[in-house]
């Protein structure tokens, strides 16, 4: 289990380098971890999101699928081969009975969880990794910071 600490910020400033860090992270998660990515609406989380997620596709010579925000659907599943990855977007419940209504923590054999807009979440899981992205001065260009994994 990785030391949870803070990573130094993580220069996003082009989609490419986006790219580069979903490959990095995706070779160190495994079944059972769950992702929280914080950040302002379009700073990146999805577009990291769908670099992962096309990344266990390719790893797997699947074909890739689109990868959207489920932000009116609460969540998108995708299924690469025996594992399962849960796509959350919470920006829109507002009460922790919602949260629970969703069972996020709930049988994660097999599975990988990704939670955007976390913040109502009370209760941080094990095996939890965190992604905080933001914007810098001119919001043109953006970094991340990772807590709870070392690549």
């Known amino acids: 289990m990785p030391i949870a600490t803070n990573s130094d910020k993580i220069d ?8 580069e860090l979903a490959d990095k992270i995706l070779k160190k998660l495994k079944v059972g971890d769950v992702v929280f990515l914080y950040g302002e609406i379009g700073v990146g989380k999805t577009t990291f999101i769908k670099y992962l997620i096309n990344g266990f596709q ?3 010579k699947l074909k890739l699928t689109e990868v959207t925000s489920p932000t009116f659907t609460l969540l998108n599943e995708y299924q690469i081969n025996h594992i399962k990855i849960n796509h959350y977007d919470l920006f829109r419940l507002k009460s922790l009975e919602e949260i629970e209504n969703l069972g996020l923590f709930e049988n994660n054999k097999n599975l990988i969880t990704l939670i955007e807009w976390p913040q109502i979440i009370k209760k941080k899981p094990k095996n939890l990794i965190e992604l905080n992205f933001k914007y810098e001065d001119d919001h043109k260009k953006r970094s991340a910071q990772i807590k709870g994994l070392n690549l």
């Open 12 to 19: 996003l400033s082009s989609e490419k380098k986006t790219e």
């Open 58 to 60: 390719k790893e797997n």
